[in-house]
């Protein structure tokens, strides 16, 4: 893949500490199809048993059906039948936060089935709310209202509480339940990376005596690792296998709601605005508007960390600011700039090269993401009806001369 900054990369004169070089190689290796539960992660017992254990199983059989409406809906009224049995409501308002997490991932794990098998089987929309039940409503209800979060299936569910390393929760069976497992795996990895270069930025950003230096080598050490964890996706994920479970990420067939996509990474913002905020300001403001926009589809906590960075008179809220009205100017004090000018020209090549292992992880997702959905015509989650996928995927891209 072209990076078209390569020259710019700044060979570094000490090093920086490694994370476990073998988990990006676990993922796509198509050594097992089967999923080594290793710690059991039950919050709503028997509720959560249903989804790690039976839900792929039962998806499989109402595919196979030749009555696949009739299926669907048994499936639905079996689901809130379970439900009627148990005080869950109660249970899910008492558990600690991370059981919690989990919790509201299996609801919404379900609700989304629902939907999504609902139009598999071709059901009327009225009969699609009939077969999410009035029971599993009430329960995702609850949990959207314990934990702000838009009412489907999100980003946050998909990949940051579900337990993916010790319990996960997939759709398929069999390689394709593997190759999902992995495909989300993939990303919290990366999101692990994020996580780790938005935390050097920020103490670059606002640590007194901060050494710039540092934080930036571990910035784009942690860059280059999210996009060696990218690569992995393009080389060895499988198209056909990626194919079976992307169609139960899809948009909420019945009602206007985006699907669990990347594009809701809070922590992908966070870095770009910290390393690149004024630029994309000039350069791409439809980023910033965005994400107010889209504000709910994201991780709550982070991105309203991000927003308290650009409007800190604000307090927080997701209300577009005023200088994207063009009524203020920018707040550079959300990104490094201010800390930028104070140093020579050794950070600024540093910069540069965090700002190209961050270039190139877009440019390579762009790829990925022509190679395995755009091309095969496999339908957008994240986009709109009335935005283009090419300006979603460039929505982070900086002309080069800004780079410099
Ligand atoms: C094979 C793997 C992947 C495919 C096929 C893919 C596909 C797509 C597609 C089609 C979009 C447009 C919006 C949508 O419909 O969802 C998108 C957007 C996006 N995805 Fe992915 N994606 C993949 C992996 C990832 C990973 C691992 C991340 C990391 C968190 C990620 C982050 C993003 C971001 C930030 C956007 C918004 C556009 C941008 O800033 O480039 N994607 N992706």
Request: with cysteine; glycine share 6%; hydrophobic share 40%.
């Amino acid at each position: 893949m072209k990076s078209g900054c390569s020259s710019m990369v700044t060979k570094l004169p000490f090093s920086v500490p490694e994370q476990p070089p073998c988990r990006t190689q676990e993922i796509f290796s198509h050594l097992t199809d089967s999923i080594d539960r290793r710690e059991r992660k039950r919050p709503l017992g028997l509720l959560s048993n249903f989804v790690s254990d039976q839900l792929p199983h039962c998806i499989a059989e109402i595919k196979a059906s030749e009555r696949p409406d009739e299926a669907v809906k048994a499936l639905g009224r079996s689901i809130n039948a379970m439900i009627a049995e148990t005080d869950y409501k109660a249970q899910l308002l008492n558990l600690p936060q991370p059981e919690f997490g989990v919790a509201k991932t299996d609801i919404q794990y379900l609700v989304n089935c629902a939907y999504q098998m609902s139009a598999f089987a071709g059901l009327h929309p009225v009969d699609a709310e009939l077969t999410v039940g009035g029971a599993l409503r009430q329960l995702a209800r609850v949990s959207c209202q314990r934990q702000p979060s838009i009412d489907v299936l999100s980003y946050e569910d998909m990949i940051l509480t579900n337990p993916l390393q010790s319990d996960p929760r997939v759709y398929c069976l069999g390689s394709a339940g593997v190759e999902e497992r992995d495909f989300c795996l993939g990303h919290l990895l990366i999101e692990s990376e994020l996580q780790s270069a938005m935390d050097a930025l920020l103490e670059m950003r606002d640590a007194v005596g901060a050494d710039a230096r540092q934080c930036l080598a571990v910035c784009v050490e942690r860059l280059e690792a999210a996009v060696c964890v990218l690569a992995r996706f393009n080389e060895r994920m499988s198209p056909d296998l990626f194919g079976q479970f992307r169609v139960f990420y899809g948009k909420n067939p019945y009602k206007d709601r985006l699907g669990p996509s990347g594009r809701f990474s809070a922590r992908i913002v966070a870095v770009s605005v910290l390393l690149i905020g004024e630029e994309l300001f000039h350069q791409k403001p439809q980023f910033y508007m965005d994400i107010y926009r889209l504000s709910e589809y994201y991780p709550q906590g982070c991105i309203q960390e991000v927003f308290r960075w650009l409007s800190p008179d604000k307090g927080s809220a997701g209300l577009q600011p005023s200088w994207l009205e063009g009524k203020a100017d920018f707040p550079k004090f959300a990104t490094i700039s201010p800390v930028m000018e104070r140093h020579g020209s050794e950070i600024r090549k540093l910069r540069a090269s965090c700002v190209c292992a961050l270039d190139r992880f877009t440019r390579m997702h762009r790829g990925t993401a022509l190679k395995y959905t755009v091309e095969p015509g496999r339908p957008v989650v994240g986009v709109e009806a009335s935005e283009s996928v090419e300006a979603v995927l460039s929505q982070r891209l900086l002309t080069a001369a800004h780079q410099r």
